[in-house]
């Protein structure tokens, strides 16, 4: 007999939709309106009028370069100089010059022969771990890692682990534990994106030249925020991993990502990588913009010393509360345990006129809800201050403090 698939897929779809429902780990999209500096409006339907803004505190835009005149001005002279999109693949006829510029850029500041362009940090992750391994390899990854990473090595031929998170002892005991024939493959992230600390990679290089693994890092929450020129966690902590996979669509204020890499696994991604070859390659302004972005975060260094004066505000303020977490990047995580309270927290925020979105399972792990706190460097000091006093002040209100004394 012949299935029907539409009762088939609605049925799959409708008890998708209700177990998530039913568990309260429903996303719920909305339409904001941008201003340029770090507020945001909800959309109404009524298209004149715009709900009252909140405080942005929960962008990846760290530097606040997303809607920085200068660099929209930027953005419209490599239109002006290269036309709207690209056009076809690299592999084709998308190359242009200004793509080839972001490369070089890219080698010269971080510090490697090649680097591939991609139209995402997701499609980066998923080319890099789906060309390079086959089912003879072995993948470890950090127990945190982002999902771009942890799908595509679920979906890729070889067999993965993963480690404790930032564990070193677990990583090297898992590592041990390996075939000496089969090549090996460590992923971590390098700022973790739901914790904001900061992986250990002297110790994670250590443990990979002492097991002749190699070693990937994903530093999506790094590029522009650590390091002196802003070029990272590698430039930070001094390490050169074998591949760094860094993205455009956080501290750079644009979109897209690259993987650096040696000459030959340079050529490699080219030749085979299917996110590479069969894409359409970023629109040229768009390369254009981000080379213009790059020597922003390496020339206007006090982006990053804002950073660093905001994280001190609100240190000073929440650091008695138990769910508070410490870290030296700009994601400031807040645990607040169940989903629900999670949502509470962040729903007397937006009351008061910030936004700070409540992360819940399946995006960290289970009982660890929270709020994640982003800074930017486009905050100012008085609006976190704002934030961190309605913060306490929930607690207080609440007699949740749990810690707070
Ligand atoms: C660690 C990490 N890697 C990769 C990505 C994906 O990057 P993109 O947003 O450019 O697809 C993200 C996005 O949140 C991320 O946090």
């Given at each position: ?136 390899d072995h993948l470890i990854q950090d127990k945190l890692n982002h999902a771009s990473l942890m799908e595509a090595g679920m979906l890729s031929p070889a067999p993965m682990s993963r480690f404790k998170h930032n564990d070193m002892n677990d990583l090297s005991c898992k590592l041990a534990a390996l075939s000496l024939s089969q090549a090996k493959l460590v992923v971590s992230e390098g700022v ?143 645990i607040c345990g169940s989903s629900q309270q999670a949502i509470d927290l962040s729903s007397y925020l937006k009351q008061k006129g910030m936004w700070v979105g409540a992360i819940r399972p399946p995006t960290v792990p289970a009982n660890s809800a929270r709020l994640r706190i982003t800074l930017s460097s486009c905050h100012s000091p008085q609006q976190v201050s704002r934030l961190t006093q ?16």
């Open positions: 007999m012949m299935s029907d698939s539409k009762i088939q897929f609605d049925a799959k779809i409708q008890k998708a939709l209700t177990t998530r429902r039913e568990k309260g780990l429903q996303r719920s999209t909305q339409v904001f309106s941008h201003f340029s500096d770090n507020r945001i409006s909800l959309s109404t339907s009524n298209a004149t009028a715009e709900s009252t803004p909140y405080i942005n505190f929960s962008s990846n835009d760290y530097l606040g370069l997303a809607r920085e005149p200068e660099l929209i001005s930027a953005w419209q002279q490599g239109l002006n100089l290269y036309g709207c999109g690209s056009s076809a693949s690299p592999t084709v006829t998308g190359l242009s010059m200004a793509h080839q510029s972001l490369q070089d850029k890219l080698c010269e500041w971080l510090g490697y022969p090649r680097a591939v362009l991609f139209n995402s940090g997701f499609s980066a992750n998923q080319a890099l771990l789906f060309t390079l391994l086959d089912k003879h973790f994106s739901m914790d904001g600390d900061v992986a250990p990679l002297n110790e994670l290089s250590h443990q990979c030249q002492k097991h002749q693994a190699w070693l990937a890092i994903d530093d999506a929450h790094g590029l522009g925020v650590l390091g002196a020129s802003g070029a990272g966690v590698t430039e930070l902590l001094g390490i050169k991993p074998n591949i760094l996979i860094v993205t455009f669509g956080k501290a750079v204020g644009l979109s897209g990502a690259a993987i650096l890499c040696d000459e030959s696994t340079g050529e490699f991604l080219n030749q085979f990588a299917r996110h590479y070859v069969y894409s359409t390659a970023m629109p040229p302004a768009q390369a254009y913009a981000i080379s213009y972005a790059i020597t922003m975060i390496q020339q206007q260094t006090w982006r990053r010393e804002k950073l660093i004066e905001l994280a001190e505000i609100l240190h000073e303020s929440l650091s008695t509360l138990s769910g508070y977490r410490v870290t030296n990047t700009a994601i400031k995580p807040l309605e913060i306490i002040q929930y607690y207080q209100l609440n007699k949740k403090s749990r810690g707070h004394d």
